[in-house]
């Protein structure tokens, strides 16, 4: 509940973020797209395509694929926003080009956190049910097991995202495409889109210790 609230506090700073500077032009004028396929330009990476995709805050870079999929706001974009987010994406493809480690661990562990997701659906979806069954320290210890896979992912995330962003920032002052206040409101603009990540680790971590407790209540009382 309380991270819920959080989390819609959090979302809607950064659609006002976005927003914001989405209406600041970039003095080199150029739009998401130019940004993206400069920066894997600069870093002799060649086998990356951009495309553009769908919707509102849509982008993200697919390592299996290696596409950079820009939202059209951004891919289209001559604005902070766009060169903010299209330099991020870009980040993830140079992380990938260079195997960061923290990058590789997660793509990993997708498949496993794909799985207990739906586990977690199946589990929710249960409600009442599955609260009947919380004396079993079987269900019990398999939730724990699943929710902490997801814990985990998201907080694997936390360093893949900061350091995407930190790559994105240092180019873009670098070469001088983002400068003065247009910096300072593109470092503001990823700032706010990592709050999204750091919520949903607390939270993640939350619900894992929430089941945990339990877990070892239920151990306790058998005893």
């Not at 495309?51 to 697919?62: I, M, P, V």
């Not at 589990?123 to 009442?128: E, K, P, R, S, T």
């Not at 706010?192 to 971590?205: H, K, Q």
């Amino acid at each position: 509940m309380v991270f819920g609230l959080i989390g819609k506090f959090v979302s809607g700073k950064l659609q006002k973020k976005f927003a914001q500077y989405s209406q600041m032009p970039t003095s080199s004028g150029m739009s998401g797209r130019e940004v993206a396929a400069e920066m894997l330009r600069y870093y002799n990476i060649n086998d990356v395509e951009i495309t553009q995709g769908k919707g509102r805050l849509t982008d993200h870079y697919n390592p299996k694929t290696r596409i950079v999929s820009l939202s059209p706001d951004v891919y289209n974009g001559r604005t902070v926003s766009a060169a903010a987010v299209a330099a991020h994406e870009v980040g993830h493809a140079v992380q990938h080009a260079e195997s960061y480690a923290m990058l590789q661990f997660r793509s990993a562990i997708v498949p496993i956190v794909q799985f207990s997701s739906k586990i977690q659906q199946f589990i929710f979806g249960m409600g009442f049910m599955f609260a009947a069954m919380m004396n079993n320290p079987y269900v019990l210890l398999g939730a724990v097991a699943i929710f902490a896979i997801t814990a985990l992912f998201s907080v694997v995330t936390l360093p893949v995202e900061f350091d995407a962003s930190n790559r994105a920032l240092a180019w873009l002052e670098n070469t001088g495409i983002t400068r003065g206040r247009e910096h300072d409101g593109a470092k503001d603009a990823l700032k706010w889109a990592a709050m999204t990540y750091v919520v949903g680790a607390l939270a993640a971590i939350a619900q894992l210790l929430y089941i945990l407790m339990i877990f070892l209540n239920s151990r306790d009382n058998q005893r």
